[in-house]
Each structure stands twice: as C-alpha cells, then as structure tokens.
C-alpha cells in the first residue's frame, strides 16, 4: 500500500507555525496531526491530549529508554517528543501525518525518514517575528527574548529544509502548503505502481 505523507513544519516560535497548522487542519480533514508530549506547563486553554501530552519529567524519560520517541528534544528548557507508533501506524495505512516541531527535532526526522516533506515558516521580518510574539502574550519576558535570541540562529537552518513558505498572510501560507502537498503525492518516486492500471 502507498504509504501517507510525513510533512513536518517548522520554524522559529511566533512565525505563525500554530496558526497556520490550525488552519490547515480545519482545511484538510484528512491530515491527521501528531500530538507532542511534552513536559511544559500547560498554557489556559491548552487540553490534554489535544494540543500536547503533558508528562512529568520521570515519565517523559522512561519514554526515551523505552525508545518510544520518533525523536524528543530540550527546546527552551522542556522537553517535547513525538510519539513514534501513532505516526508510524498512519502512515503505513497511507495516511498523511503533520508534525509541528523544533528544528532539531525536524532534522532528527530528516535523518530517520528522509521521505518527509520538510517545511520552514519564515515570518516576514524580525520585527514581525517580535510583534506577534508579544501580542501572542503567552511568554515572560524573559522567555520572549530568548525566544527571539534563539530566533535568529534558527532561521539560518532554513537551507536544510525542502520549502520555505513566508507567512505574511496566514491564507495564503497555508494554500501554498497546500500546493507543495498537492506537487509532492504527483512526484514520480512517490506512484511506484502508477502505470500498473495501464
Ligand atoms: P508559533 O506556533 O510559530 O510559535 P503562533 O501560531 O502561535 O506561532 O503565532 C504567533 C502569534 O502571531 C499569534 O498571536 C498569532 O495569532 C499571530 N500570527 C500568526 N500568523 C500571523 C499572520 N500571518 N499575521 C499576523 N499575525 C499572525
Ligand atoms: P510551545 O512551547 O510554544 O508549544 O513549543 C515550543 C517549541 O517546541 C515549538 O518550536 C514547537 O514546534 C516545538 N515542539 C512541539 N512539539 C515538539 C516535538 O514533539 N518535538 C520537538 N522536537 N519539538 C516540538
């Protein structure tokens, strides 16, 4: 059976990587999205199971022992993995998966399952990137700047990346993500049985 899709976003915290996956999401009903464990405090409003597995630190590790991580990263002092059977099990039932995660666990991805659709979100300048984070008004300030500090290295890593899609309207990145979905399933390598009803 052909198997799914691994798309994997990421990009620097505030370019709009949480937005425009909801939106995709609501768009594409077929994407099924990975939901991270991770070892942060939930946000208000943030759900169980949702939009994260909240875990003890003690549990979180014994995870990595049991090799239960497609990857797992530290990211601003927690740590956040992604659950390896869920993702597994999908695509092998040719189902198409979204992962939204930290560049260094994207490139762990990359190194594992070269296959992925790796996607880098840029937003449209520093400044920008500054802005939504404090309208965001999720973090500290002391978190915000190391976000921003952080920022600007990680941008650097977008040339390891298949695509760079600019979020500047969020409509329009994600429609972009849409036709980089729509070129990558017609991609040669991807039909190995395309001429078999001919
Ligand atoms: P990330 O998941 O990359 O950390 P978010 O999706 O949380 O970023 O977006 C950060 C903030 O910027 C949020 O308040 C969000 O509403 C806002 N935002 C996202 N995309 C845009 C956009 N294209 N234009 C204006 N604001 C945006
Ligand atoms: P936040 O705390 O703002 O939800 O997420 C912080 C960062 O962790 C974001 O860059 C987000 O993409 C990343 N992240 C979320 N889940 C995972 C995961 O499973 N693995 C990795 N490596 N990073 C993740």
């Known amino acids: 059976?052909?198997?799914?899709?691994?798309?994997?976003?990421s990009g620097p915290s505030g370019a709009g990587k949480g937005t425009i996956c909801k939106s995709l999401l609501?768009?594409?009903?077929?994407?099924?999205?990975?939901?991270?464990?991770?070892?942060?405090?939930?946000?208000?409003?943030e759900v169980e199971g949702v939009n994260y597995?909240?875990?003890?630190?003690?549990?979180?590790?014994?995870?990595?022992?049991e090799g239960e991580?497609?990857?797992?990263?530290?990211?601003?002092?927690?740590?956040?993995?992604?659950?390896?059977?869920?993702?597994?099990?999908k695509?092998?039932?040719?189902?198409?998966?979204?992962?939204?995660i930290d560049?260094?666990?994207?490139?762990?991805?990359?190194?594992?399952?070269?296959?992925g659709v790796f996607i880098f979100i840029l937003p449209p300048?520093?400044?920008?990137?500054?802005?939504?984070?404090?309208g965001r008004g999720t973090e500290t300030k002391e978190a915000m700047l190391r976000r921003m500090e952080s920022a600007y290295h990680e941008i650097e890593y977008v040339?390891?990346?298949?695509?760079?899609?600019?979020?500047d309207k969020v409509d329009l990145a994600v429609k972009t993500i849409e036709s980089i979905i729509e070129a990558e399933k017609a991609r040669v390598h991807r039909q190995e049985n395309i001429l078999e009803e001919f």
């Open 1 to 9: 059976m052909k198997k799914g899709l691994l798309l994997v976003i």
């Open 26 to 45: 609501e768009q594409n009903s077929n994407i099924n999205l990975s939901v991270s464990a991770t070892t942060r405090e939930p946000r208000p409003g």
């Open 53 to 65: 597995y909240f875990l003890e630190k003690e549990k979180f590790k014994s995870m990595i022992v």
């Open 69 to 89: 991580f497609l990857e797992h990263a530290e990211v601003y002092g927690n740590y956040y993995g992604t659950p390896k059977a869920k993702v597994m099990e």
């Open 91 to 100: 695509l092998n039932s040719g189902e198409d998966v979204l992962l939204e």
């Open 103 to 115: 560049i260094q666990g994207a490139l762990k991805v990359k190194e594992i399952y070269p296959n």
């Open 125 to 134: 300048s520093m400044e920008e990137l500054k802005s939504r984070l404090e």
């Open 159 to 167: 040339f390891k990346y298949d695509y760079a899609v600019l979020n």
